[in-house]
């Protein structure tokens, strides 16, 4: 008979507080686990300030710690609380260690931050570690320029994690595209541990009624996206002036401003759209999924998950990729454009509203990306179901004895340094 005590579980950690694609990448992993396996649980922990606005299907939940966030200068501070960072990141790692100690999971998904935010969570995976919990970390398919990742992973002291804590690192994307430890010096024991999944595919969610568009949107219509909108303001710039310009595209552009934009720059997007026939926007659809199934074309940063989807609705795509402070985007939307499933505009390009509306106006007769056959591109979500369900067949019993293996090797290595 299974009970409440002995059904599986699995606890997702999300440290981010800032945009959209930590927090819609667990959500979309979470839905995937528990639509496929009977029984399952899933909590993601996430310090995201709007995790409530999104919906959860059952047996999946979230616990929200207080959001920091990253000031220009590499420093954190509170998001709203008025607490010093020390105070917020004791409270963040506090409730981490409580949670997980409560829920005791089978399997710890970790997200992008080895060791969590400023270390967070370390204490946590030890604690699980010991009780056979499998520690997972996943990995988008590019982190960064490895000229930028190497030294803020040495920092971080990322690497020995990998190598001493985790049990598998997932990369959700395909190597052909890209290998995101590329360039860093990294150990064969952990090249071992790396399993590449495929990309997240994405679908609307079935129990949603029509969806209808937003008033005053007209097929057929490009999606403008960027995202959470902290950092999409120059994007949104650059369409409208392609709109404003004599080469305005005939077709309708939809503007999804996103959540995190500064109140007084859409106030002033607004108004210019306002002025436009051709333009629509809204803030935020917690659907954008709807929204990207109706669209003809997308333009986009270029973010991971806007890249999921793209992929996953078949649309054809403009990508302006941020250069700074994370080359990220710009190394995923080259290596798209180099394989024919995107095109790509520099900033430098985009900003020339020609240049911009003819990109544009070109999108509308762009190819598919189904058009190119990559084996594997979306399987992302099929695949990491199968790990997980082969990790929670193997039980806590066969992690709790190569856990004491490896103790007891690191244990003769360091009396041998000894003597």
């Known amino acids: 008979m299974t009970t409440a005590a002995n059904r599986p579980r699995v606890l997702i950690y999300s440290h981010d507080s800032f945009g959209l694609g930590h927090l819609r990448r667990c959500r979309a992993l979470a839905h995937a686990m528990v639509g496929d396996i009977d029984n399952l649980t899933v909590l993601i922990l996430s310090g995201s300030p709007i995790i409530g606005s999104f919906d959860f299907r059952a047996r999946v939940d979230f616990v929200r710690v207080p959001g920091v966030i990253k000031l220009r200068n590499g420093e954190y501070t509170a998001l709203n609380l008025l607490l010093d960072t020390e105070q917020t990141m004791a409270m963040r790692a506090s409730i981490i260690k409580h949670t997980a100690d409560i829920f005791d999971p089978d399997i710890l998904l970790v997200d992008k931050e080895p060791l969590g935010l400023r270390g967070e969570a370390k204490e ?126 005939p077709t309708h552009a939809l503007i999804v401003f996103g959540p995190f934009m500064q109140p007084e720059l ?108 990559v084996p594997g591109l979306l399987d992302g979500l099929e695949n990491v179901n199968r790990l997980v369900k082969m990790h929670l067949a193997e039980g806590r019993h066969a992690a709790r004895k190569t856990n004491a293996a490896r103790q007891q090797k690191l244990t003769v290595a360091q009396d041998s340094a000894v003597s």
């Open 124 to 249: 946590t995976m030890e604690m699980l570690k010991a009780r056979g919990t499998k520690l997972i970390l996943g990995l988008r398919d590019v982190m960064d320029d490895a000229a930028l990742l190497a030294p803020e992973w040495e920092r971080k002291g990322a690497m020995p994690a990998l190598r001493d804590i985790y049990d598998e690192i997932w990369v959700y994307g395909l190597p052909q595209i890209h290998d995101p430890l590329e360039h860093l010096s990294v150990p064969q024991s952990v090249r071992h541990k790396m399993v590449y999944t495929g990309y997240l595919e994405r679908s609307v969610p079935q129990a949603l009624p029509d969806p209808g568009l937003p008033d005053g949107v007209q097929e057929p219509f490009i999606l403008v996206t960027t995202g959470g909108g902290g950092d999409g303001d120059q994007l949104v710039d650059w369409v409208l002036k392609a709109y404003e310009s004599e080469m305005a595209p």
């Open 266 to 373: 859409k106030s002033d997007f607004q108004e210019r759209v306002d002025k436009l026939d051709n333009v629509t926007a809204i803030t935020f659809d917690a659907h954008l999924e709807t929204l990207m199934a109706q669209a003809s074309g997308v333009v986009a940063m270029g973010g991971y998950n806007t890249f999921c989807e793209i992929l996953s609705f078949d649309k054809p795509a403009l990508i302006v990729p941020r250069q700074v402070p994370r080359r990220e985007q710009l190394i995923r939307a080259s290596r798209a454009q180099e394989l024919g499933l995107v095109s790509m505009l520099t900033e430098d390009s985009a900003q020339n509203p020609s240049v911009m509306a003819t990109a544009m106006r070109q999108l509308m007769q762009q190819r598919r990306p189904s058009k190119v056959v």
